[in-house]
């Protein structure tokens, strides 16, 4: 039951971040139950290991859409700099830099998160392209079957929170 619920709350601290799904310093910090200050030193002790397609630094205005959409307070406590952003290749780097019990364990549930995430998507795009195939076979009288199935096919909200402009 623990690693259910430890499951659910990883997947809904992964953003999508310029066009990648990411998990921030400080949701990362929660998990491993260290101060978000001591996993960024030790990424900055070990910064070879994090290059830019592992972990990049928000923008102003990328901090400022995640401020705003979590209400977070930039005073009395808030952060002070603009956080950082895990790749899921990012996170399994962390492993090498993270030391403890806890997060051999909270890395793998991670890494279960991402894959699992992955696998949902391919498979709405391997679904999605076997029914462009069968409406391509038969005629137009099932258009409106093919339509209704894509319907359910949509998901109405993505797990998945997007922040950042669209480009």
């Known amino acids: 039951m623990a ?5 659910e709350r990883i997947e809904q601290t992964i953003l999508v971040i310029r066009r990648h799904r990411v998990m921030l310093d400080t949701d990362l910090a ?6 978000t200050r001591t996993l960024n030193q030790a990424v900055k002790r070990n910064s070879a290991r994090f290059p830019n397609d592992f972990m990049f630094q928000l923008t102003a205005e990328e901090a400022a ?5 979590i209400v977070t307070s930039k005073h009395r406590g808030g952060r002070q700099y603009r956080p950082y952003a895990f790749t899921e290749q990012g996170v399994a780097m962390l492993s090498s830099v993270l030391h403890s019990a806890r997060a051999i364990q909270v890395n793998i549930a991670i890494m279960r998160a991402f894959v699992q995430l992955r696998e949902m998507i391919g ?3 391997g679904l999605a392209r076997r029914l ?3 409406e391509k076979k038969y005629d137009s009288q099932f258009r409106v079957v093919f339509e209704a ?3 359910l096919m949509a998901e109405p909200e993505p797990k998945v929170r997007r922040i950042g402009f669209k480009a």
């Open 30 to 35: 929660n998990l491993y139950g260290v101060p």
């Open 65 to 69: 859409v995640l401020r705003s959409q």
């Open 132 to 134: 462009n195939e069968l």
């Open 3 to 7: 690693a259910l619920i430890l499951g």
């Open 149 to 151: 199935i894509r319907e």
């Open 123 to 125: 498979s709405n795009k």
